[in-house]
């Protein structure tokens, strides 16, 4: 079975700095996706970013970007220019090819991020 | 517009009461998804329908009962809940269920639920 790992729950950044959230993933498919999902406190669960695995090219979206390192299997969010509506829980994601009619989402444990005024 | 809608917001209700969760999307999206979040966790997944047909039950209790009586709504019904079924329920929908493009499950803003 497929799992994502994100191994710190919590980290703080400064506004205006960069910080990048840590997320590995076991599988032993060639093809799937990838996503990072941002979840404020009370607030929807939205996208941020999603990494197609046959694609070399790492996704980006304005001040979002990914490190996706397919051979070790990790998949890291950048954010540049740290803003306050950062602060969030950030959830990666897997998503496995399908069995029929079924798919599924993985989700690792989330991170919580903090930015500092 | 990628909007999943969903109501209500919140719900409080009895370990006796029946009531039901609605969810709706107008992006012509085929696979609509159920799931239960509990505070600082990830969603759990609990059902998925694909062009209105369960594909997945993931050993949910019988006390939840899903209904997608068209393509654009989901309905969850809820009857003789537990103090532990306290959650938010959180709705998705996605292109499709397959290994296409479109594939992105986009969420709706939840239903907080609290049973006492």
């Known amino acids: 079975a497929q799992t994502v790992t994100q191994s710190q729950p919590e980290m703080s950044v400064q506004e205006a700095e960069t910080v990048t959230l840590s997320c590995t993933y076991d599988?032993?498919?060639?093809?799937?996706?990838l996503f990072w999902y941002k979840q404020p406190p009370s607030r929807q669960m939205i996208l941020v970013i999603r990494?197609?695995?046959?694609?070399?090219q790492n996704a980006t979206e304005n001040r979002f970007s990914v490190n996706f390192q397919k051979a070790a299997k990790s998949f890291s969010l950048k954010i540049s220019d740290s803003q306050l509506g950062d602060a969030a829980m950030y959830f990666c994601?897997?998503?496995?090819?399908?069995?029929?009619?079924?798919?599924?989402?993985?989700f690792g444990k989330g991170i919580t991020l903090s930015v500092r005024p | 517009d990628t909007e999943v809608t969903q109501t209500p917001k919140h719900l409080v209700m009895g370990m006796t009461n029946k009531k039901s969760l609605k969810c709706e999307q107008h992006?012509?999206?085929?696979?609509m998804y159920w799931y239960k979040q509990k505070a600082k966790k990830p969603p759990e997944l609990m059902f998925v329908?694909?062009?209105?047909?369960?594909?997945i039950n993931e050993s949910v209790p019988s006390r939840f009962s899903p209904e997608c009586p068209n393509s654009s709504l989901l309905n969850l019904h809820l009857h003789a809940l537990q103090p532990e079924d306290s959650a938010l329920y959180l709705c998705?929908?996605?292109?499709?269920?397959?290994?296409?493009?479109?594939?992105?499950?986009?969420f709706g803003p939840g239903t907080r639920l609290l049973v006492l």
């Open positions: 998705a929908s996605s292109q499709w269920v397959g290994w296409g493009r479109q594939e992105t499950q986009y």
């Open positions: 599988t032993s498919e060639s093809d799937y996706y």
């Open positions: 990494q197609e695995a046959y694609k070399q």
């Open positions: 994601a897997y998503r496995s090819p399908p069995t029929g009619a079924n798919s599924k989402l993985t």
């Open positions: 992006m012509g999206h085929r696979a």
């Open positions: 329908y694909s062009y209105e047909k369960l594909s």
